[in-house]
Nanobody, 125 residues
């Protein structure tokens, strides 16, 4: 059974940085495409960033491009989201998601097979 566990969220001032981590159980992690999504109160879950199975291809939402960086370490079964120049509008619960399609770049939550429980990120102005 595959489990995803996020960590690294917290409270930060605007302009600050945070690094989110996602630990993935299971021996087939290196075959999954991985993404980060976020959901603010009263809003739908939205795509943030995606990385393919090898880490050789990444995709970002326009709202975070140039500020956020997704990466992975297949040897450690880990996915990361480095968030710089944070803004109050980045406040949300951030979720890690796994797609059994190694090259999947889905921006819709429904295509993902596995989800973590989320970690809260709050950016104060």
């Amino acid at each position: 059974q595959v489990q995803l566990v996020e960590s690294g969220g917290g409270l930060v001032q605007a302009g600050g940085s945070l690094r989110l981590s996602c630990a993935v159980s299971g021996r087939t992690f290196s075959t999954y495409a991985m993404s980060w999504f976020r959901q603010a109160p009263g809003k739908e879950r939205e795509f943030v960033a995606n990385i393919n199975w090898s880490g050789g291809s990444t995709v970002y939402a326009d709202s975070v491009k140039g500020r956020f960086t997704i990466s992975r370490d297949n040897a450690k079964n880990m996915v990361y989201l480095q968030m710089n120049s944070l803004k109050p509008e980045d406040t949300a619960v951030y979720y890690c998601a796994g797609d059994r399609n190694p090259s999947g770049i889905g921006v819709r939550p429904r295509v993902y097979d596995y989800w973590g429980q989320g970690t809260q990120v709050t950016v104060s102005s």
